[in-house]
């Protein structure tokens, strides 16, 4: 099966621009994750949804930062304006529908890497 | 607040040695724990996973070791081989029994494994 698609790879903006990034899951993933991966830590999630509802943004910037996955599919991550500290690599990934015990397995994608100048 | 904790950087192994990563924890909510291997430019991908009902468990060369008490799991290779050379993260998630799991995983700093020939 097709893995979690992410685009553009790399993108370089200046302060205060905005930039948006894309995902599209594994076909028939409910739950989609948009992580931010900052040089030298681990990944932190800072959106999730089930299906086209968020079920966790507790870490997300929402001052600039927005999320939205219409129709429960594809989904946009957005950044307006972007910070120097946004530079970061953001990572989106996808999981079948949560059980009622246990984990499923959660699928990364490759990838945006941002520079923020 | 950094829950999850890979404390030691970087590890060097020679081909055909024990790999040992660990990893400590310190959210006793935490029931589920996973290890992702992530290669450059790439995201994570899962390599094995434990339930806190168990203290080991092993699939081929990974086995991971859980320590409730200490707080403390482990993920050991065996025998180590150059392709594994990578950065490998931890991470830890809340599902509990009877409830609905989302899923949300923290992820430790990760740890760069160089195998070497």
């Known amino acids: 099966e097709a893995g979690v698609a992410q685009s553009p790879r790399y993108k370089i903006i200046e302060k205060r621009q905005s930039v948006a990034f894309w995902c599209n899951p594994i076909s028939g993933h409910a739950t989609l994750y948009w992580y931010q991966q900052i040089l030298g830590q681990g990944p932190k999630l800072l959106i999730q949804?089930?299906?086209?509802?968020?079920?966790?943004d507790s870490q997300l910037p929402k001052d600039r930062f927005s999320a939205e996955r219409l129709k429960g599919v594809d989904s946009t991550l957005k950044i307006q304006p972007a910070k120097l500290e946004d530079s970061a690599v953001y990572l989106c990934?996808?999981?079948?529908?949560?059980?009622?015990?246990?984990?499923?397995?959660?699928?990364f994608g490759p990838g945006t890497r941002l520079l923020v100048l | 607040d950094q829950q999850v904790k890979q404390n030691s950087p970087s590890l060097s192994v020679q081909e055909g040695r024990i790999s040992i990563l660990n990893c400590d924890y310190t959210?006793?909510?935490?029931?589920?724990f996973l290890w992702y291997k992530k290669y450059p430019a790439e995201g994570p991908t899962f390599l094995i996973s434990i339930s806190s009902i168990k203290d080991k468990n092993e699939d081929g060369r990974f086995t991971v070791f859980l320590n409730k008490s200490a707080k403390h799991l482990s993920l050991h290779i065996v025998p180590s081989q150059p392709g594994d050379s990578a950065v490998y993260f931890c991470a830890a998630s809340s599902v509990g029994a009877g409830g609905t799991s989302y899923g949300k995983l923290t992820f430790g700093q990760g740890t760069i494994l160089t195998v070497h020939p």
């Open positions: 990934a996808s999981s079948r529908t949560p059980r009622t015990s246990g984990q499923e397995t959660q699928y």
């Open positions: 949804f089930q299906n086209n509802g968020v079920v966790d």
């Open positions: 959210n006793s909510m935490f029931d589920y």
